[in-house]
Each structure stands twice: as C-alpha cells, then as structure tokens.
C-alpha cells in the first residue's frame, strides 16, 4: 500500500440546537445578542490513504453522506418514463496515471493491440499524486439511449452526426464515416437501455446543459481526475479488478470474443466471451466498490478536459480542470470496441469535439451535492 500522508479532519460538526426554554416549552431567547449567525456550511472529510478496498469505499460513502446530510444514491427524473441514478463518490486523494511498471508493459504491448497508437506511449506520465477536494455525485451508468432520446424530443436537439454526414461506424473493415448514422442508427441493434453512441463531445455538452436546466442541478462531464478517481474506486492496480485482463471476465463489455466475430483477428482479445459484440444494455456488468457500472468497456465516455499529452507534468495537485484550451477532447473508458489495455483505468484517449464514433459515449456528473 502506497503510504500518504493523511490530511487533517475536515469534517465540521454541525451547529448545536438551540436550548429549550425552562418555562412551558417556550421558545429561547438571546436577550440583548444580535443577529443569529447562519448555519455552518457541511463539509466532509478528505481521504487521505489510498489504495483502499471495497469495504472502505463503502465507508467513506456512508460518512460522506452522513456529514453532509445527503443520500449516497440520488435519482433525477430526465423525461419520459426514465431516471438517471447517482452515487456519491467522496472526496480523496489518489495517483492518477500509469506507474512505471504499467508503462513498460504498455510499450511492448500497445503495438501488438493495433489500436493505440503512439498515445499509449507517453501521456498517461508521469503518475502523480490528486487531490478531489470536493465529493460528487456521478451517474451509476453512461446515459442510455433512451434518456437520450427524452431530451432530443423535449429540445428538438440534433447531434452533430445528424446534421452532417453522418457518424464514423464500423463497416465489417474498417472505421470510416457513413452518411446516415447517428445515435439512432450506430450500425447494430440497440434498445433503450443500451448506451447512446456516436454522441460527439458537444453532443454530451448539450445535453448537461439541458438536464442542468430541467432538474435545477450543476450537471457536468467529469474531469479526467474525476472519472480515473471514480473508475478506480480505491483500486492502485491496472484494470479495477485486478492487473491481470483476463480477470475482467463478467467485469465490462469489450473487445471479446464476441467483438472478434465481427471485426476480424485484427488485434488483440479478452479471452471470454460475453455475448455482445458491440453494445450491451448499461449496468449488466458488475460495478466497482463505489457501485459504478460500465466505466471500462460499453461505451467510451468523453470527459469535459481539452487534451494534453504533457499536461500531467504541470497539471495542479488538487482538482485539476485540464488545460485551457486545444484541439481534442478527452475520451476514457475504451467502449465496446477497447483491446485489452484499453480497459486499464488510466488508459486516455483523444479526438475533435465534434467526432460521434460508434462506441463514443458519455455519463454526467453533479457537482452540487445539494439543490
């Protein structure tokens, strides 16, 4: 266990009750005092010790909760006959990226998997120590495409795909842009409670824009520090199960065997076979100790950050926001179509704002704890 050293206690008690009065319950008085000082703002502690286990997790979630006075699991109402479920991620600390040994064995690696490319190779370092200073609530699953579809109806919203020429799909050998594809026609079949796809960056922008509106709340894409925190839930190793990604079976929906029925002996395979080559409908996987589904594998999940690949030298120690500005967004999480090393937890990736892949995604955040 990486030892870290622990932060003070910042959890605020909450004020104390007004006394009782003596006679006959008669309310108490403050004879001569002026105005009553407000409340005191709820704060929560900030998790020092990192890595932890399921049981912890679990702990930390409850006394979060407990001190601020709010549930770990928060469901909003985004239209229709659908809600969306959120869970409490505490604040902590952790070590974002890859460690050195994990770097080695990406190198030799990534080129057998065909997929990565040179990103694999140096912007997931240097591994450094984060800081969340602040919980937050974020979604169990990727928003489904029918979540998607109650807010493309009550805003009359058109993605990008859809007003031009189309969305990049699989076509049986190759990725290439086809016109006519979008999150209604990704190129496979799809029900309701499968992941929205071919959804661009400014797609997802829109819509927590719109569910901010709609719910009053502060809806957000998360920050890559905020997903990695999350997807890893304590965990310090490769995968969020282990560091083997063989161990990933009944873990998320990848490039398995199923996947390679479809695309070919083109890269490299989980070893199982989950039965869904491309999308699955979200939350069919076992969740992480924070009760987080699908952050490896379904669908890829844009963060808000702009793409860096230094930035992890210069990035600030606590709640980094990414750079200010560039030409691509960042992407975590690898989808339905992610090899191997695509599953890892600190695995990045990166394209325009304006690209839908047919595995490109997303989920929410809220940043507010309390409305």
Same mark, same amino acid.
């Given at each position: ?6 932060? =003070?206690?910042?959890? @605020? ?20 005092? +002026? ?44 239209? +229709? ?28 690696? =990534? +080129? ?7 990103? %694999? ?22 928003? &489904? ?19 031009? %020429? ?6 049986? =050998? ?16 799809? &029900? ?6 071919? @959804? ?17 709340? &502060? ?59 491309? &999308? ?80 490109? +995604? ?10």
């Amino acid at each position: 266990m990486l030892a870290i050293r622990p932060l =003070s206690l910042l959890l @605020i008690l909450p004020l104390a009750l007004a006394l009782q009065a003596a006679d006959k319950g008669a309310p108490a008085t403050n004879a001569g005092a +002026g105005p009553a000082s407000p409340p005191a703002a709820k704060s929560a502690e900030v998790y020092a010790a990192w890595p932890f286990d399921a049981r912890e997790a679990v702990r930390r979630q409850d006394e979060t909760a407990k001190a601020l006075d709010v549930h770990k699991l928060l469901l909003l109402n985004v239209g +229709g006959k659908t809600a969306m479920k959120l869970v409490l991620v505490p604040a902590g600390r952790f070590l974002m990226g890859s460690s050195p040994k994990e770097l080695e064995i990406l190198k030799r690696e =990534s +080129g057998k998997a065909g997929v990565l490319g040179d990103q %694999a190779q140096s912007d997931e370092d240097p591994q450094h120590e984060i800081t969340l200073t602040k919980p937050f609530f974020m979604a169990a699953c990727p928003v &489904t495409r029918g979540q998607f579809a109650a807010f493309a109806a009550d805003d009359g919203y058109q993605t990008d795909a859809e007003k031009s %020429a189309g969305a990049v799909v699989w076509d049986g =050998s190759a990725w290439d842009k086809v016109a006519g594809a979008s999150w209604k026609k990704p190129g496979f079949e799809q &029900t309701d409670d499968h992941p929205a796809v071919c @959804i661009s960056h400014n797609d997802a922008a829109a819509y927590c824009a719109w569910l901010g509106t709609k719910t009053g709340r &502060t809806v957000a894409l998360p920050t890559e520090a905020q997903w990695e925190y999350a997807c890893r839930a304590g965990a310090a190793t490769a995968y969020p199960w282990g560091d083997a990604p063989d161990g990933g079976k009944g873990w998320c929906n990848a490039a398995d065997q199923a996947a390679k029925k479809v695309m070919g002996d083109r890269w490299s395979y989980l070893a199982w076979d989950d039965g869904f080559a491309h &999308t699955s409908p979200v939350g069919k996987f076992k969740p992480n100790a924070f009760g987080l589904y699908d952050m490896p594998g379904n669908a890829s999940q844009w963060c808000s950050d702009w793409y860096d690949r230094g930035y992890y030298a210069k990035s600030p120690k606590a709640d980094p926001q990414g750079p200010a500005d560039g030409a691509h967004r960042v992407l975590r999480g690898g989808g339905w179509f992610a090899p191997p090393l695509g599953c890892r937890s600190a695995a990045r990736d990166r394209i325009m704002p304006e690209y839908g892949f047919s595995y490109f +995604g997303f989920r929410v955040v809220l940043n507010d704890l309390e409305k």
